[in-house]
């Protein structure tokens, strides 16, 4: 892969959504409310860096050597201090003994999870398939209350202890950025309206099966939660988002009630937060979540090959829509596993139950 990979335009994608932010910011608790403002104005800032960076492309470094083939990860972790100079001080790297940290070990765990599961469920040989070291950055800013990918980087935040905790804590969190990365290097799918609900549904999707994987479950025994154990003591919820059944992730009196519709008929149209790509994502991860009960078993073994197969395979157009993706995940379900067996008509079933149509 070039390294100056410009024409991917990378964009910056969080784990928490601007909207539940945005609630956030209005509460009657004043360190609530300056602690989400803090977050969303650092936010806004790094997404304009990033479609600076995206506009310039990234670099290659002069005489950088290409990396020699391995399947170990190449995880490298930094400690950003509570500062936001990226990337901190290298504080552990590949094969290096556990930190006292547990949240650099949580992160670095986290990596080799992601890296385990597409190299050994998909045959990908990291974020890039060419062996792309993976970094990590913790303890970014002070209370900040998101984690993201960046384009090149995992950064994660400590949370602030009352509405989020530390953003190394659950590993479908890890997965879920990462994909992003994923993402960018295969159908780079647009951030925005539909494609970039794909886009964040990519990510919930492999960071699911990612702790599916991590945690030798199968299907039903899943709880299809993202970011379970992330939200606070103080908030009424389980999670950021729910692929069983989205909007029952969380219903607070402050951040309000998760707003994920699981089918079409409750499509959000918003020019909030990309055109809705963290809500209308529901649509798509619980199509997922169809097929991979209906087929039962580990999800990464065919639910998961078949989206691993759409997303790259060449046909999923970046500014790709819901029934685009519905009839390319059934092309490929039927190239691999053939015409009429259980899994063409798993993914029929699934996007017939969000009200995704097939055809046309």
């Keep these: 892969?070039?390294?100056?990979?410009?024409?991917?335009h990378p964009v910056f994608c969080t784990v928490v959504p601007p909207h539940l932010l945005d609630k956030a910011a209005l509460s009657g608790d004043s360190r609530r409310a300056d602690l989400a403002q803090r977050t969303l104005e650092r936010d806004s800032l790094l997404r304009t860096?990033?479609?600076?960076?995206?506009?310039?492309?990234?670099?290659?470094?002069?005489?950088?050597?290409?990396?020699?083939?391995?399947?170990?990860?190449?995880r490298t972790v930094y400690d950003a201090?509570?500062?936001?100079?990226?990337?901190?001080k290298k504080v552990r790297?590949?094969?290096d003994a556990l930190s006292k940290d547990a949240t650099v070990n949580r992160a670095y765990a986290g990596l080799g999870a992601t890296y385990e599961l597409f190299l050994k469920g998909f045959g990908r040989r990291s974020i890039d398939g060419a062996g792309?070291?993976?970094d990590a950055s913790v303890h970014y800013s002070e209370d900040y209350n998101n984690a993201f990918w960046d384009g090149q980087q995992m950064v994660f935040g400590d949370g602030d202890g009352d509405l989020f905790l530390d953003f190394t804590v659950s590993v479908d969190v890890i997965?879920?950025?990462?994909?992003?990365?994923?993402?960018?290097y295969t159908a780079n799918l647009n951030y925005h309206g539909q494609s970039g609900a794909l886009n964040e549904s990519m990510s919930d999707v492999f960071g699911s099966l990612i702790k599916q994987y991590s945690l030798e479950q199968t299907a039903d025994q899943a709880d299809w939660l993202i970011g379970a154990g992330l939200l606070g003591p103080n908030v009424s919820g389980v999670a950021l988002r729910s692929m069983k059944a989205p909007g029952t992730a969380y219903d607070d009196d402050e951040l309000g009630k998760d707003p994920q519709p699981g089918t079409m008929d409750d499509y959000v149209e918003t020019q909030r937060d990309n055109g809705g790509v963290h809500i209308n994502s529901g649509i798509p991860n619980h199509a997922f979540y169809v097929v991979a009960t209906e087929l039962g078993g580990k999800a990464w073994e065919r639910a998961g090959q078949i989206w691993y197969d759409t997303l790259t395979g060449?046909?999923?157009?970046?500014?790709?829509?819901?029934a685009d993706f519905a009839r390319l995940s059934t092309a490929a379900a039927v190239a691999r596993y053939g015409d009429g067996g259980p899994e063409h008509l798993a993914l029929q079933k699934a996007w017939s139950?969000?009200?995704?149509?097939l055809a046309g």
């Design 132 to 134: 792309l070291a993976l």
């Design 81 to 88: 201090q509570h500062r936001t100079r990226l990337p901190g």
């Design 353 to 357: 139950a969000v009200g995704v149509p």
């Design 175 to 184: 997965g879920h950025e990462l994909t992003h990365g994923v993402t960018q």
């Design 93 to 95: 790297g590949e094969g």
């Design 49 to 74: 860096r990033r479609r600076v960076t995206a506009v310039r492309g990234v670099a290659a470094t002069p005489g950088a050597p290409a990396p020699e083939a391995s399947d170990d990860p190449r």
């Design 314 to 322: 060449g046909q999923l157009a970046s500014n790709a829509g819901f």
């Design 1 to 8: 892969m070039d390294a100056s990979h410009s024409h991917r």
